[in-house]
T-cell receptor, first 115, second 111 residues
Framework: EAQVTQNPRYLITVTGKKLTVTCSQN?????MSWYRQDPGLGLRQIYY???????DKGDVPEGYKVSRKEKRNFPLILESPSPNQTSLYFC??????????????FGPGTRLLVL | GEDVEQSLFLSVREGDSSVINCTYT??????LYWYKQEPGAGLQLLTY?????DMKQDQRLTVLLNKKDKHLSLRIADTQTGDSAIYFC???????????FGQGTELSVKP
């Protein structure tokens, strides 16, 4: 089954404790991205990757890191989480083309609470 | 810059039509999307429209696009309780063809 998976689905942590949220897709997509969803703000892009070893900042990259060593994986790293990073996080992937059908497939989301 | 705006809440009775509205600012957007997010789930693509179209119908869904006013709407006919969800409109633009989302409209369907 074609899908985007994220782990963990739920995470409670404390300020300053490094964490990683994993994202994996099995559709051989070149493009992957991370979003955060906050009430009243919709989804905002954190980072994206056009292909292996190619990553770039989205709209809200501060406090986050990513890496793209393999095509299928795109982990999101919070080196020193803070309470304002409490949010719902979505990973997404799509083929690299710009056409209408190259829309994004979303993971199920990771709900993060930083105390 | 690019911006997409939606109202946050809409409440309708089962069987009525729902109309969810969206405005956007990037006139160069070529594709506009509607995504549905059910409780506890990720986003699923519901429908889309090309910017050179005025209307698209897909079963109970009708998408209307007013390019002059940069206004997009999603009409759901005969709304059911299973349609209760958050609906996001999105445009494709910006660097790398990223999706720019509205805030999401929470649709509540009352029996």
């Amino acid at each position: 089954e074609a899908q985007v998976t994220q782990n963990p689905r739920y995470l409670i942590t404390v300020t300053g404790k490094k964490l990683t949220v994993t994202c994996s897709q099995n559709m051989n997509h070149e493009y992957m991205s991370w979003y955060r969803q906050d009430p009243g703000l919709g989804l905002r892009q954190i980072y994206y990757s056009m292909n292996v070893e190619v990553t770039d900042k989205g709209d809200v990259p501060e406090g986050y890191k990513v890496s793209r060593k393999e095509k299928r994986n795109f982990p999101l790293i919070l080196e020193s989480p803070s309470p304002n990073q409490t949010s719902l996080y979505f990973c997404a992937s799509r083929p690299s083309g710009m056409g209408i059908l190259e829309t994004q497939y979303f993971g199920p989301g990771t709900r993060l609470l930083v105390l | 810059g690019e911006d997409v705006e939606q109202s946050l809440f809409l409440s309708v009775r089962e069987g009525d039509s729902s109309v969810i509205n969206c405005t956007y600012t990037d006139s160069s957007s070529t594709y506009l999307y509607w995504y549905k997010q059910e409780p506890g789930a990720g986003l699923q693509l519901l429908t889309y429209i090309f910017s050179n179209m005025d209307m698209k119908q897909d079963q109970r869904l009708t998408v209307l696009l007013n390019k002059k006013d940069k206004h997009l709407s999603l009409r759901i006919a005969d709304t059911q309780t299973g349609d209760s969800a958050i609906y996001f409109c999105a445009e494709k633009g910006g660097q790398g063809g990223k999706l720019i989302f509205g805030q999401g409209t929470e649709l509540s369907v009352k029996p």
